[in-house]
Each structure stands twice: as structure tokens, then as C-alpha cells.
């Protein structure tokens, strides 16, 4: 089993609809959960952080976190051809504090 | 300084000769990571730096790669005897300990 988990499959969403973006993680001692976005040729830039179990809002981004189930997921409501992008999820191992990513999954809004 | 800053941008160099990539992290950041990217594909891990902590080299593929960090503040990575394969975009981080990570532009580097 992978550390991090992601959809290697690419999400098509149309223009308007809510992204849904999901990871998985294996060390359930993991602390700190993050969302990062990559655009083609770009460095990852980070979206959400989220530390606690529940809802993170910001603008049309929801972070969710469920460290029972070892899950941490990313909505991106009124999708934008501009949210076009590879989004990596990044969980810090517990005792370490190392980032581990997954594999990300690429999302393409269309218009 | 403001952000993660690598060094070069870009670098086209022989096979078999020695490369180095540096790493200015944000200031008072003790974690450091570097990460390769080849065309189309995910972040592998290389190596960590944590404040004064053995690193943590599981990632580096070859003894070709190694990696030092100098005062605990920039980082120069190394490989030695560049081979086609090591073509790709390395990427450094820096984070404050448990909290985000930011990257640096990355340095492409490309083995003829």
C-alpha cells in the first residue's frame, strides 16, 4: 500500500460543477494534511492546510478530513477552466514531520 | 528572503559530468526537501533536512546523488556522472516543522 493515494485517473468536470479530489493515507499518526495545485511546468503552490478532523472553507475550496477513515479530500465548487491543473495531496508522517505526496490527480474543467 | 529560491533555472550539461543545484530556503525554515519531476509524472522524493537532524536519504537513487546542507539554512544537491535518466525538474521545499512546505521554481536540468 502506497503511503499516499490518490486517483491516477483524470477527472473531467464541466464548467459550474463541484470537483471532487480524494487521498488516502496509511500512517494514522499523520497530523498535518495539505492540498497542493500544479499547473503544467509550474512548482505546486499550495491551496489548503488542514489539521483537524471536519470542513476547511476557503472561497470555492473545501478541505475534509477524517482521520478514523484516513482520508482527506479537496471540493472545488463552480469549477473554472482555469482550476485546470494536477492536485497533490501531502500528509507530514508522524514522529518525522516528513511530507509524503501522492501521485496527484489531474483535473480538466471544461468549458 | 521571500520564497524558496533554486538556482539555476535551467541547466544543459554532457553526460557524465558532475552537476550542482543549489537551494536558498525561506528564511528560519529548518525542513528542507528536494524532489524530482520527470515529464508527466508525480514528486519523488530525494532527500530531507530537518534543523539538525541526520537527513533523511532514502529517496536518492544512486550514491551519484548526494546532498548537503550548509548552516542549517542553503542546500546544494549533487549528482556526479549525470546519466540520460537524470533529466527532469528538481524541485526543493522548505517548511517550518509541521507546517506548509513551499517550493522553489525548480531547476530543469537536461543531460545530452
Known amino acids: 500500500q502506497k503511503e499516499v493515494e490518490q486517483n491516477s485517473r483524470p477527472l473531467s468536470v464541466p464548467e459550474g460543477a463541484i470537483a471532487s479530489l480524494n487521498c488516502t493515507y496509511s500512517?494514522?499518526?499523520?497530523?498535518?494534511f495539505f492540498w497542493y495545485r500544479q499547473y503544467s511546468g509550474k512548482s505546486p503552490e499550495l491551496i489548503m492546510s488542514?489539521?483537524?478532523?471536519g470542513d476547511k472553507e476557503d472561497g470555492r475550496f473545501t478541505a475534509q478530513l477524517n482521520k478514523a477513515s484516513q482520508y482527506v479530500s479537496l471540493l472545488i465548487r463552480d469549477s473554472q477552466p482555469s482550476d485546470s491543473a494536477t492536485y497533490l495531496c501531502?500528509?507530514?508522517?508522524?514522529?518525522?514531520?516528513?511530507?509524503?505526496f501522492g501521485t496527484g490527480t489531474r483535473l480538466k474543467v471544461l468549458a | 528572503g521571500a520564497g524558496v529560491s533554486q538556482s539555476p533555472s535551467n541547466k544543459v550539461t554532457e553526460k557524465g559530468k558532475d552537476v550542482e543545484l543549489r537551494c536558498d530556503p525561506i528564511?528560519?525554515?529548518?525542513?528542507l526537501y528536494w524532489y524530482r519531476q520527470s515529464l508527466g509524472q508525480g514528486l519523488e522524493f530525494l532527500i530531507y533536512?530537518?534543523?539538525?537532524?541526520?537527513?533523511?536519504k532514502s529517496g536518492l537513487p544512486s550514491d551519484r546523488f548526494s546532498a548537503e546542507r550548509t548552516g542549517g539554512s542553503v542546500s546544494t544537491l549533487t549528482i556526479q556522472r549525470t546519466q540520460q535518466e537524470d533529466s527532469a525538474v528538481y524541485l526543493c521545499?522548505?517548511?517550518?516543522?509541521?507546517?506548509?512546505?513551499?517550493f522553489g521554481q525548480g531547476t530543469r536540468l537536461t543531460v545530452v
Open positions: 521545499a522548505s517548511s517550518s516543522l509541521n507546517t506548509e512546505a513551499f
Open positions: 500512517d494514522r499518526g499523520s497530523q498535518s
Open positions: 488542514i489539521y483537524s478532523n
Open positions: 501531502a500528509v507530514s508522517t508522524s514522529g518525522t514531520y516528513k511530507y509524503i
Open positions: 528564511s528560519g525554515h529548518t525542513a
Open positions: 533536512f530537518q534543523g539538525n537532524s541526520a537527513p533523511d
